[in-house]
């Protein structure tokens, strides 16, 4: 499957780039929901959590480790952040590669019911 993340990864679309391992990519979203909101993203290929192997778990770790050392080097770890994983549409996933979203810069609010 090749999804806008595929392409953002093989450099064939533009984008944003604030992070780069063997691993992993992140980058700026396009429709921020909070003032900083960076996507990693593992250039494996996993569709969503559902599909992630027991010996691909170390994936999650990797994602949620480079989001806190963004965050630090950025400057707003002490404030705090907000980091989150969507599975399929109910999650609200909408592009079909595992990602991390990587929310802060202001005060987010508390999770509320679902709507």
């Not at 929901?33 to 778990?57: G, I, S, W, Y």
Request: aromatic residues 8%.
């Amino acid at each position: 499957m090749t999804t806008i993340f595929h392409k953002i990864i093989r450099r064939e679309i533009p984008a944003d780039i604030v992070y780069e391992d063997d691993d992993i990519i992140a980058f700026r979203d396009i429709a921020p929901q909070a003032p900083v909101h960076v996507l990693f993203v593992p250039k494996t290929d996993v569709a969503t959590l559902n599909d992630l192997r027991e010996d691909q778990a170390a994936i999650v770790g990797r994602l949620a480790f480079a989001a806190a050392r963004y965050a630090k080097e950025q400057g707003f770890s002490e404030d705090g952040y907000r980091i989150v994983m969507n599975c399929n549409d109910h999650g609200g996933q909408t592009v079909f590669q595992i990602h991390l979203h990587l929310l802060a810069g202001a005060q987010l609010g508390r999770f509320g019911t679902p709507g």
